[in-house]
């Protein structure tokens, strides 16, 4: 999944980000709320538009430290981005706690609004005691950057990830994807397990003088809701969607059986995690080859093959993109867009590759940060961070702390979304990459794709946070960390590892990036099940009468005006009020996804007639 950050102070107060700046160096700190604003309504009002003005000011400086520092990492940019986060740390903290001196006041609905997100944002919020912001910033800071600049020994070569995953989505032999998915995870096997816990302790701490039982129960507090029904909710999806991946697990293990043999997957139980294609077995869809129906016509798309034969660029997949969203009435992107983005890789010094869409100064220096290939599976990516940048822009006229997505699932589901429409034969016939649009004969072949990377990802979209909230509340000791991931994978994904038991210093959380940059991850899991919701909503709305997952809202201006205005809400109101501004539905309903694979679905439950599912 991707990352992305908003305003790159809002980012970090209100969603994702532990690497954030201070204002300039030469700007003065405001006094204490204490010392300034009344526990009165006026104060309290008054105590949240200084809180803007002061995010509002650092901002810009802020997200260029944090650019500078993801697209060009030496020592010099890691130490200013840890200073950086230090500075800023301390001052969300104190925000935070002034917030909360509020919490009895009667304050208008807008103010205590303002308030709640500025007591319940913070991801990573550091105690309010000296020395304590700057640990958690060095700290976060070592560990995304491990990350980031990550390589092991592969036959006497180094190889980073790109390299890994290229290799593990391609190779078909056991042996060599078992060395890669293994040697992907001894870059976090050397010390990130004691700067994790040490991070946990740290942002506990800080949970805590807010008035949390832990910095889990904060990231739960943050979704208009308890934080112990956010976590019933989830429950609540999963459940709507366990069966159907259960049935795509159970046909995915038969056919990995068939082609492997039961030495190496055995017919029956989980499935072997690195045969799936993917590091972290999130996405299956690099496996279809070994999966492909052989009874049925298989599909005549292959959209990497196309994009190379009308001679894509990089570029021109980021352009096609854009495309999109004009079509359906929005503006095209900023022209610094495209003299200030990281579209490629560059040459000659390390960068975080990970895809992210960047606001820089909360207005129009809308940015992504790709190292673009030519491919379907980046032709998709492309669609959702455009999404991110179309929705940073149309929430920048709301008040600053409103400068965000109505939940953090918005604003994954929002490029996802698009993405939907964009993985159409009828979308790539409409921009002229295809002629004709296939027969329903390729319906099932196409879904099956789909569902490879859409269903699949479920249950790791849960189960990151879900071991996560254990860790934060102690529940899972620092002891315990990898064991109860490689229990949490068999729970919910139905995967083990290769090779048997991990070594005792193994830290396999840490190789996927969300865990070492402090990201929430439950947010991918609702995108998921948000898309197929506005996706419904839209071809609906656009008098679609065909099969949901043939539906291209691409040119329909009305979907295009109806999404933008929910957009533009931003974090206003609660998130049930901008899912309704949209779909008409004020609660999250996993029903589209079913409706949307229905005959994928259906077909399955005839190919495992007679084998034993589950893996229990």
């Known amino acids: ?346 040459e000659g010094r390390e960068v975080v590759c990970h895809a992210s869409a960047w606001d820089i100064d909360n207005e129009n220096d809308l940015r992504i940060k790709m190292c673009t290939r030519v491919n379907a599976e980046d032709f998709q990516t492309a669609h959702h961070e455009l999404g991110h940048n179309y929705y940073q822009r149309a929430y920048n006229q709301q008040p600053f702390l409103f400068r965000n997505g109505a939940n953090d699932g918005f604003h994954e589901a929002i490029g996802d979304f698009a993405a939907l429409s964009a993985a159409t034969p009828e979308y790539l016939n409409q921009i002229g990459l295809l002629d004709t649009v296939p027969g329903t004969d390729e319906d099932i072949p196409y879904l099956l794709r789909m569902a490879l990377d859409k269903i699949a990802f479920l249950p790791f979209g849960l189960m990151v946070d879900r071991w996560r909230w254990d860790v934060l509340s102690g529940e899972t000791t620092p002891a315990e960390y990898n064991a109860a991931w490689t229990a949490d994978m068999l729970r919910y994904q139905g995967l083990v590892p290769p090779g048997g038991a991990r070594p005792a210093d193994a830290f396999d959380p840490g190789a996927k990036y969300h865990v070492p940059a402090n990201v929430p991850y439950t947010r991918y899991f609702l995108a998921h099940i948000y898309q197929f919701q506005f996706h419904r909503a839209a071809c609906q709305m656009a008098g679609w009468t065909g099969p949901l997952h043939r539906c291209s809202v691409y040119g329909n201006e009305e979907v295009g005006r109806r999404f933008n205005a929910m957009m533009e809400m931003g974090q206003s109101r609660p998130w049930p009020e901008a899912l309704e501004a949209f779909t008409g539905e004020r609660r999250t309903d996993a029903s589209a996804v079913a409706e949307y694979f229905a005959p994928l679905n259906a077909w399955l439950t005839e190919q495992n007639r007679g084998q034993d599912c589950g893996w229990d």
């Open 1 to 346: 999944m991707k990352r992305v950050l908003m305003s790159a102070a809002a980012a970090c107060i209100l969603s994702a980000c532990t690497s954030m700046a201070p204002a300039s160096p030469t700007q003065a700190a405001s006094p204490a709320a204490s010392e300034q604003f009344a526990a009165t309504p006026d104060g309290a009002r008054a105590f949240v538009l200084d809180a803007e003005r002061r995010l509002m000011e650092m901002s810009e400086y802020a997200g260029r430290v944090s650019w500078v520092r993801n697209t060009y990492i030496t020592f010099d940019t890691m130490w200013l981005e840890a200073r950086a986060n230090a500075e800023y740390t301390e001052l969300g903290v104190e925000l935070a706690n002034e917030a909360a001196r509020f919490n009895d006041v009667d304050a208008d609905p807008e103010t205590r609004r303002k308030l709640n997100l500025l007591r319940q944002g913070l991801v990573a919020p550091a105690p309010n005691r000296p020395g304590a912001a700057s640990e958690l910033a060095e700290i976060g800071t070592r560990m995304d950057s491990t990350y980031a600049t990550g390589r092991f020994d592969y036959n006497g070569q180094q190889m980073n990830l790109d390299d890994a995953s290229a290799l593990i989505a391609d190779s078909r032999d056991p042996a060599v994807t078992a060395a890669v998915y293994n040697g992907w995870r001894t870059i976090s096997s050397h010390g990130m397990a004691t700067d994790y816990a040490r991070m946990v302790e740290i942002i506990n701490e800080g949970a805590r003088e807010l008035g949390y039982s832990d910095a889990g129960a904060m990231w739960r507090s943050g979704y208009d809701m308890p934080a112990d029904d956010f976590a019933a909710e989830t429950d609540r999806l999963w459940n709507q969607v366990r069966p159907f991946y259960e049935n795509l697990h159970c046909y995915v293990r038969a056919r990995l059986n068939a082609r492997y043999g039961d030495a190496v997957q055995p017919a029956t139980g989980p499935i072997r995690a690195d045969l799936l294609g993917n590091m972290w077995s999130q996405q299956w869809g690099n496996i279809y080859d070994v999966v492909a129906p052989t009874n049925i016509p298989e599909s005549s798309v292959d959209l990497t093959a196309i994009l190379e034969a009308h001679d894509y660029t990089p570029e021109r997949i980021i352009r096609t993109s854009e495309q999109f969203y004009t079509s359906v009435g929005m503006d095209p992107l900023p022209e610094t867009f495209w003299g200030r983005s990281q579209i490629t890789r560059p």
